[in-house]
């Protein structure tokens, strides 16, 4: 069965409309009209997960943690005895996909504390290594998942395969058979179930190589997003990927929708609060895009003092305080080009710059 199959299979188990299928199904046809040349051009020497390595010790990653609110709501059932684990484990999905990689691993880690056999927690620990750009780590932890698949459901152990598959790829980065493989294991797993989780990793999945993970996605990408919150509105993360997808496209008023949604379904999250303030900025509503990239500011700052973890240890840190200096310089030219200039302060032979012009 092909992909657009399986899409159009999975369409018709969560209902969605005639109409909302045959859009689908046609921009899915365009894609792979002109995949092979995407294919060939897009991949680079490297990862965007392995240009972003951070070191952070494993004694931090390690920590263990509460349980917390304001984060989003995927949520992915594991076969596990204890609640708390799964408590943990969904805690952990929901840092991954607001790319708040240490939380993430801190959360999967707790949940191993509370069932050591939960195969799922690894392959969360892997993805979140990637995320740290630790490549070495996210392939002990899937081997790791991969000991103890024989315990897990048939669905989780399609879950291992799709991440061995996309390991696989991000080692071959240019190896556009080897991507493609990664895209079947999740189109395969499509056939058996349509769970949300799987769908928003085939949006990712669009993006120029395997390592896509929501932030470069393509107008196909924001398909599947899209068929998330047809299946379940309101799930956080599908918002969070579609902000970056249309931010990326140049529909900014659509960003701006999905922007806010996320911001206000994952509120203690910095990234949401920085991906409104990305949109907000692209609007041209500056004062508004500071606002927001000081919440993400002040949420951070906060988490590092409470949490006792130093600032170089999350990527997301440096990148929200320099984009806001950038916004900032951009206000005050804003507001230098607008002010009017004083005639009577400098003759016309003056060499003196007025305020205009500074």
């Excluded at 159009?8 to 859009?23: E, H, N, T, W």
């Excluded at 959360?107 to 993805?127: E, H, T």
């Excluded at 493989?181 to 085939?202: F, H, S, V």
């Amino acid at each position: 069965m092909t992909s657009t199959a399986r899409f159009a299979a999975g369409a018709a188990r969560y209902r969605l409309s005639p109409l909302a299928v045959a859009i689908s199904l046609s921009i899915q046809a365009i894609f792979w009209a002109v995949a092979p040349v995407r294919a060939n051009a897009a991949p680079t020497d490297k990862t965007h997960n392995e240009a972003l390595r951070i070191e952070v010790p494993a004694e931090v990653l390690e920590r263990p943690l509460p349980l917390r609110q304001g984060i989003g709501n995927s949520h992915e059932v594991v076969t596990t005895r204890f609640p708390e684990a799964q408590a943990f484990f969904d805690q952990g999905l929901n840092y991954l996909e607001g790319y708040v990689w240490i939380e993430a691993a801190r959360s999967f880690n707790q949940a191993l504390r509370l069932d050591p056999n939960l195969a799922m927690a690894y392959v969360g620990l892997s993805r979140a290594s990637s995320g740290l750009g630790d490549g070495a780590a996210a392939q002990r932890h899937i081997q790791k998942a991969r000991s103890l698949a024989r315990k897990a459901s048939p669905r989780e152990r399609r879950r291992v395969e799709i991440r061995e598959k996309q390991l696989e790829a991000m080692k071959n980065i240019k190896d556009t058979q080897k991507f493609a493989a990664y895209k079947k294991a999740i189109d395969d797993a499509l056939t058996a179930e349509c769970d949300p989780g799987l769908w928003l990793l085939r949006g990712n999945a669009e993006e120029p190589d395997a390592s896509g993970r929501g932030q470069y996605g393509t107008e196909t990408s924001a398909i599947y997003y899209r068929h998330v919150l047809g299946v379940a509105p309101g799930y956080a993360s599908a918002h969070h990927f579609l902000t970056h997808t249309y931010e990326g496209l140049g529909q900014t008023d659509s960003a701006l929708v999905h922007g806010e949604a996320y911001a206000r379904l994952a509120p203690a999250i910095p990234h949401a609060a920085h991906m409104w303030g990305h949109a907000l900025r692209k609007a041209g509503r500056i004062r508004e895009a500071i606002a927001h990239f000081e919440r993400a500011d002040s949420l951070e700052r906060a988490y590092f003092a409470a949490e006792k973890i130093d600032p170089k240890y999350d990527w997301h840190h440096a990148h929200n305080v320099g984009l806001l200096a950038t916004v900032k310089r951009e206000a005050a030219s804003r507001s230098a080009a607008s002010a009017p200039v004083d005639s009577s302060s400098a003759t016309a032979g003056d060499k003196t710059p007025g305020r205009a012009s500074m």
